[in-house]
């Protein structure tokens, strides 16, 4: 059974930092690209940010450069978001999503049950 947990959300204040996990088991988990996505009230659900399993890592969401940083440790099995310079627009349930490619296609795709994030003084 697949399982994505994720934590380390809550409320912080404009400018606070938070570093969110996401504990994956169920998977070969080196083998898959770790994304976090994030939805505001009212929204549609967005990608915020990517790590490949090579270790590539990108930020998709503009509001996210210069202050989103996402890591892995394969060892552990284990993503995390680093966020820094939080505004009020960054808050959102954020959730964890392990996906398996091949040939560009995603052929797995798998979901935490989000953690909220809330910024505000």
């Known amino acids: 059974q697949v399982q994505l947990v994720e934590s380390g959300g809550g409320l912080v204040q404009p400018g606070g930092s938070l570093r969110l996990s996401c504990a994956a088991s169920?998977?070969?988990?080196?083998?898959?690209?770790m994304s976090w996505y994030r939805q505001a009230p009212g929204k549609e659900r967005e990608v915020v940010v990517s790590?490949?399993?090579?270790?590539?890592?990108?930020t998709y969401a503009d509001s996210g450069k210069g202050r989103f940083t996402n890591s892995r440790d394969n060892a552990k099995n284990m993503v995390f978001l680093q966020m820094n310079s939080l505004n009020s627009e960054d808050t959102a349930v954020y959730y964890c999503?392990?996906?398996?490619?091949?040939?560009?296609?995603?052929?797995?795709?798998?979901w935490g049950q989000g953690t909220q994030v809330t910024v505000s003084s």
């Open positions: 999503n392990a996906g398996w490619y091949y040939s560009g296609n995603k052929v797995y795709d798998y």
């Open positions: 169920g998977i070969t988990f080196r083998s898959y690209t």
């Open positions: 790590i490949t399993s090579a270790g590539s890592a990108t």
